[in-house]
């Protein structure tokens, strides 16, 4: 079956790195994305790993993937007030053309 | 600008009266689909369609009926509204929903009184 968990909420202070976690069950995933979604805006993607890969860097982001505890994190280095958002993993199996979604962690950075 | 374009971004109906929420993208994607999104949910899939007159069910599609006459325009109608049915909607394109992933639109916020 497919579940999708996330920790809802994380604080971090500027400057600090953030690591948002996630666990999935659905072992066929083929891609796991990371999406941002700011207040009164819809979801943007940041980044995606295929489920053949156990980690990604882009920038100041960097996901990890480890297949065998079906778990997904993103850190992101340095982080800043900008990042304040809500982050949802996801997965997509092939099936329904769909992605299936956790229920998202509010990252808050203070100052 | 590719984007996703949903209409309106409010909206406050009554119970058992019809409304349409329109979604148009200008990206030629084949794959479209809706998205609710409610607290401590998540997004849940309510329909999906996979290229114009292919259109099939997601996870909570009952209430909603879809329809995909034209590749850019996927609307979401709700025939009947309930208060069950307040929620935050999106809807979402893509070329592959795979590497790709889906472009989504700003949201809907709908209230059923």
């Known amino acids: 079956g497919e579940d999708v968990e996330q920790s809802l909420f994380l604080s971090v202070r500027e400057g600090d790195s953030s690591v948002i976690n996630c666990t999935y069950t659905?072992?066929?995933?083929?891609?796991l994305y990371w999406y941002k979604q700011e207040p009164g805006a819809g979801l943007q993607l940041l980044t995606y790993?295929?489920?053949?890969?156990d980690m990604k860097q882009d920038q100041r982001l960097t996901v990890l993937l480890n297949k065998k505890d079906k778990h997904l994190s993103l850190r992101i280095a340095d982080t800043q007030t900008g990042d304040s958002a809500i982050y949802f993993c996801?997965?997509?199996?092939?099936?329904?053309?769909?992605?299936?979604f956790g229920t998202g962690t509010r990252l808050q950075v203070t100052l | 600008e590719a984007q996703v374009t949903q209409n309106p971004r409010y909206l406050i109906t009554v119970t058992g009266k019809k409304l349409t929420v329109t979604c148009s993208q200008n990206?030629?994607?084949?794959?479209m689909s809706w998205y609710r999104q409610d607290p401590g949910l998540g997004l849940r899939q309510i329909y999906y369609?996979?290229?114009?007159?292919?259109?099939d069910k997601g996870d909570v599609p009952e209430g909603y009926k879809v329809s995909r006459k034209e590749k850019r325009n996927f609307p979401l109608i709700l025939e009947s509204p309930s208060p069950n049915q307040t929620s935050l909607y999106f809807c979402?394109?893509?070329?592959?929903?795979?590497?790709?992933?889906?472009?989504f639109g700003s949201g809907t916020r709908l209230t059923v009184v």
């Open positions: 979402a394109s893509s070329l592959s929903p795979t590497a790709r992933g889906y472009t």
């Open positions: 659905d072992s066929s995933s083929t891609y």
């Open positions: 790993i295929f489920s053949n890969m």
């Open positions: 996801a997965e997509y199996t092939g099936t329904a053309s769909k992605l299936t």
């Open positions: 990206m030629n994607h084949e794959y």
């Open positions: 369609s996979m290229n114009v007159e292919v259109t």
